[in-house]
C-alpha cells in the first residue's frame, strides 16, 4: 500500500516540481513569522501588520485571474521559474531592508505588493501542471504526496523561523526566504512536460487573454459544487487568516512568547502531514463531502486563541484543526482535477483562488481596528462561529453532498490477494 502510495515520486517531472513547492514551503514558514514580528518590532501596531499582509493578498487577489488565463497560454513551469525569480528580487530587498534599520511600513507595504503580484502569476500554474506530470490514477496520492512534503516543510520552518527571530532578528528569516525563491527555480527548470498533441487548425487570430477569462468563468459558474465552496472558503479563510496570522502573533506576544507561537504553528502543519498520509489511503465515493465536514475543525484554534492562549491547549487545537482540514485540501485538489478539463483547469483555478482569497484583505486590514474595538479575545471566538457558519452553508449544496470521486479501479493484483 505504500508503495503505490509513493508511487508518483517514480516520475522526474513531479519530483522536480514537489522539491520547488517544498523549498519554497520551507522559506515562507519561516518568513511568515519573520515579517510578522517585523512589523511589530517596527511599530507596534497589529494595525500597520495588517496593512502590510493585507497589500500582499490583495494585490495577489487582483492579478489571479490573469495569472490563471496566462497559464493556460504558455508553458506553465517557465512561468513558475520567471515568478520565482522575481519573489526572490523583492523579498530580497525586504531582508535588506529590516536587516540596514531602513524598513518602513509603507516600504513594506509596497514590497509586501509585489511578492503577491509575482505569487498571483504562479500559484494557477503550480496547481494547475500537476495533471501534465502524472496519469489520472496517481493524482489523489500526488496530490496528497506534495501535500505531505509542503506540510513538512512548514513544520521545520516555523520553529526554527521563531527561533531565528527570538535569537537574531527578523531580517535573517527573510533572507532564508528569498534564497528558497531561487532554489524553487531551478528545480522548476528541471521540469520536461511532455510535448501537446498537434493538431491542424486552419490559420485564424488567437483568442486574448480576456477571451480565455471568460471562458474560466463559464467553467468556473457551470459548476454549482465548485461556487458554493469557494463562497464558503471566502469567508472561512477571511477568519482564518486574520484572526491567526494578525491576532494571532499579538496574543503570543503578549502570553506564549515569539519562540513558542512558532511550535504552535508547527503542530499545526505536524498534523497536516498526518492528515495526508490518512488521506492518500482513503477510498471514499463522496469525497468532497467528507473534505467539507472536516472544515468545520478550523474553528477550534481560533476558539482556543480566545478562551484559553496556553501552550499545551493551542498546540492541541492547531494539530487537531491541521489533520482535519488537510482532508479537505487533498478532497479539493483532486475533485478540480477529476471534473474540470485540463486545458481550462489553470483559469479555473484562479476563479477559486480569487473567490476564496476574496475576503482575506480585507480581514486582515479590519480585524486589528475590531480587535482594538471589541477586544482581541471576542473577536476571536466570533471569528470560530463565522467559520461553522461557512461549513453549514456550503453543505446546504447537494451538489456539495453529492458529488461523487471516481475511484481508481483496482489493479488485478489487489483484487487476487
Known amino acids: 500500500m505504500m508503495r503505490e502510495s509513493l508511487a508518483p515520486l517514480r516520475l522526474p517531472a513531479y519530483r522536480a516540481w514537489l522539491a520547488g513547492r517544498t523549498v519554497s514551503a520551507l522559506g515562507n514558514s519561516i518568513a511568515s513569522i519573520a515579517l510578522a514580528f517585523a512589523v511589530l518590532d517596527l511599530t507596534g501596531s497589529a494595525r500597520d501588520l495588517g496593512l502590510v499582509v ?24 517557465l512561468l513558475m521559474v520567471g515568478s520565482s525569480v522575481a519573489a526572490f528580487a523583492s523579498q530580497a530587498i525586504v531582508a535588506t531592508l529590516v536587516l540596514t534599520g531602513t524598513a518602513t511600513v509603507p516600504l513594506l507595504i509596497l514590497l509586501a505588493a509585489v511578492n503577491g503580484m509575482v505569487g498571483a502569476l504562479a500559484a494557477p500554474a503550480s496547481a494547475a501542471i500537476l495533471p501534465q506530470l502524472v496519469p489520472p490514477e496517481l493524482r489523489q496520492q500526488a496530490n496528497a504526496v506534495g501535500r505531505l512534503c509542503y506540510n513538512g516543510a512548514q513544520i521545520i520552518g516555523a520553529p526554527v523561523g521563531g527561533v531565528v527571530v527570538a535569537a537574531v532578528g527578523s531580517g535573517w528569516g527573510l533572507v532564508a526566504d528569498a534564497c ?7 528545480c522548476f527548470l528541471l521540469i520536461k512536460l511532455p510535448p501537446a498533441p498537434a493538431v491542424e487548425t486552419p490559420v485564424q487570430k488567437k483568442p486574448g487573454v480576456l477571451h480565455d477569462m471568460r471562458v474560466g468563468w463559464t467553467e468556473f459558474r457551470s459548476r454549482t459544487w465548485l461556487w458554493a465552496v469557494v463562497i464558503g472558503f471566502c469567508v472561512v479563510n477571511a477568519s482564518l487568516v486574520g484572526g491567526i496570522m494578525v491576532l494571532g502573533p499579538v496574543i503570543a506576544d503578549a502570553t506564549i512568547g515569539r519562540q513558542a507561537w512558532g511550535f504552535v504553528l508547527a503542530a499545526e502543519t505536524v498534523g497536516m502531514m498526518l492528515g495526508a498520509l490518512i488521506a492518500m489511503r482513503l477510498r471514499v465515493r463522496r469525497l468532497l463531502l467528507l473534505g467539507v465536514v472536516c472544515t468545520a475543525f478550523e474553528a477550534l484554534p ?49 476563479y477559486d483562488m480569487v473567490g476564496s482569497w476574496l475576503a482575506i484583505p480585507a480581514g486582515q486590514v479590519a480585524v486589528g481596528p475590531i480587535g ?7 473577536t476571536l471566538i466570533g471569528l470560530s462561529v463565522l467559520v461553522v457558519l461557512a461549513v453549514v452553508g456550503m453543505l446546504c449544496s447537494r451538489d456539495v453532498r453529492h458529488l461523487e470521486h471516481k475511484l481508481p479501479e483496482p489493479r488485478v493484483e489487489e483484487s487476487l490477494a
Open 180 to 186: 528558497t525563491f531561487l532554489l524553487a527555480a531551478l
Open 302 to 350: 481560533l476558539f482556543v486563541l480566545g478562551l484559553r492562549p496556553q501552550v499545551f491547549f493551542l498546540i492541541g487545537a492547531f494539530f487537531v484543526a491541521g489533520l482535519m482540514i488537510e482532508q479537505f485540501g487533498i478532497a479539493w485538489e483532486t475533485t478540480m482535477q477529476e471534473h474540470v478539463p485540463p486545458d481550462k483547469l489553470a483559469r479555473v483555478y484562479s
Open 54 to 77: 493585507g497589500s500582499r493578498m490583495l494585490v495577489n487577489v487582483l492579478f489571479l485571474l490573469f495569472g490563471g488565463a496566462l497559464a493556460d497560454r504558455m508553458s506553465k513551469n
Open 372 to 378: 482594538e474595538a471589541l477586544g482581541v479575545e471576542q
